[in-house]
């Protein structure tokens, strides 16, 4: 079974940093992607980046420049770091991996974190 643990949240200023990092655990044969989503108290889970395991990221608008994905593929693990935050970046952020298993292809979700910016 395929498990992915977050860890890094807190609560930090605004123009604070912090670095979540999570890792994908169990039986893989696989990583096709990872990535990092957000979802703020009543809005929609929304992507905040993704990143291959050949390296190729992506990102949502409102954090290009400020945060930084990485993966590293040797420890099954993807990282965020969030720079510049702001108020508006508060949300429970979820960590999203794309793999394969035994069980085959699939998506998988961490039990997220909470981010907490102050003004």
């Known amino acids: 079974q395929v498990q992915l643990v977050e860890f890094g949240g807190g609560l930090v200023q605004a123009g604070g940093s912090l670095r979540l990092s999570c890792t994908a655990s169990?039986?893989?044969?696989?990583?096709?992607?990872m990535g990092w989503y957000r979802q703020a108290p009543g809005k929609q889970r929304e992507l905040v980046g993704s990143i291959t395991s050949g390296g190729s990221t992506n990102y949502a608008d409102s954090v290009k420049g400020r945060f930084t994905i990485s993966i590293d593929n040797t420890q099954n693990t993807v990282y965020l770091q969030m720079n510049s935050l702001k108020p508006e970046d508060t949300a429970v952020y979820y960590c999203?991996?794309?793999?394969?298993?035994?069980?085959?292809?699939?998506?998988?979700w961490g039990q997220g974190t909470q981010v907490t910016v102050s003004s």
């Open positions: 999203n991996a794309n793999l394969v298993s035994p069980m085959g292809r699939g998506v998988h």
């Open positions: 169990g039986s893989i044969f696989r990583i096709n992607t």
